[in-house]
């Protein structure tokens, strides 16, 4: 027996035509207070302060490949 | 209509179309994805996992240039977000295990991987096998399935996805609404 899902997956739809899929999108909920980047090596960049810091960080780095 | 005055809209459809165009390897995970498998709750932004290749976020990152994408900050508008030297590319991308984006497609939101119920990160390849893909004008996309959804939102444990969760399971496995 197909489990549930798989099943619901049967029915559902799997080709959309213009304008049918952002229907489903057309409402979105607001940004939440978790909804940050994170880097590679797991730091959350949850203000302006700390984005700004690993962009700088970044573009030292290009800097340095750069001129390397 | 909930959104925040400043964010453009989700158009989804010109999001895989830039996508599909640069052959960008990538699959449709979080709560949008739990849309197009049935849930009704709405989702804030576009979440896409990336294949982490190289070359392809290069050509992830030529995608959103295309789609005017900035950083998506807490704390600064989107104009002040576009005043950030960030560029848009491979490496930018590569560097961060989540990016959070505005494009002009809507917040979009890039993914290196994603956590198993266990904890185990998953990326591109381990997840592949068990899309459903979907066409949209032409252009494929392809959906995690509600299994890989819910496992993420698990771990997640946020209260967003303490709130997506029940309806997500009900639809694995197949209940009628409560």
């Known amino acids: 027996m197909l489990p549930g899902w798989l099943g619901r997956l049967a029915i559902m739809k799997t080709v959309y035509r213009k304008g049918e899929l952002n229907e489903l999108f057309e409402a979105a909920l607001p940004a939440t207070a978790d909804d940050v980047c994170i880097t590679a090596d797991g730091r959350r960049l949850d203000t302006p302060e700390k984005v700004i810091a690993w962009v700088e960080e970044l573009n030292a780095a290009r800097s340095d490949d750069s001129a390397g | ?178």
């Open chain 2, 1 to 178: 209509m909930t959104r925040p005055a400043e964010f453009p809209p989700v158009d989804i459809e010109r999001l895989v179309e830039v996508l599909d165009r640069h052959k960008v390897d990538y699959i449709l995970v979080g709560g949008g994805a739990g849309r197009m498998l049935g849930a009704e709750r709405l989702t804030e932004d576009t979440d896409c996992l990336a294949r982490r290749a190289a070359e392809n976020l290069d050509r992830l990152g030529a995608a959103m240039r295309e789609l005017s994408a900035r950083l998506r900050v807490a704390g600064l508008t989107d104009a002040e977000a576009v005043a950030l030297p960030v560029r848009v590319d491979g490496k930018t991308l590569a560097a961060a295990e989540i990016s959070t984006w505005t494009t002009d497609a809507g917040r979009f939101d890039v993914l290196m991987d994603i956590p198993a119920r266990d904890g185990r990160r998953l990326r591109y390849e381990d997840v592949l096998d068990s899309v459903v893909t979907v066409e949209i004008n032409g252009a494929v996309l392809r959906v995690a399935s509600l299994d890989v959804i819910i496992a993420s939102k698990e771990w997640a444990d946020r209260p967003k996805d303490h709130q997506a969760l029940p309806e997500l399971r009900r639809l694995r496995d197949g209940l009628p609404e409560a």
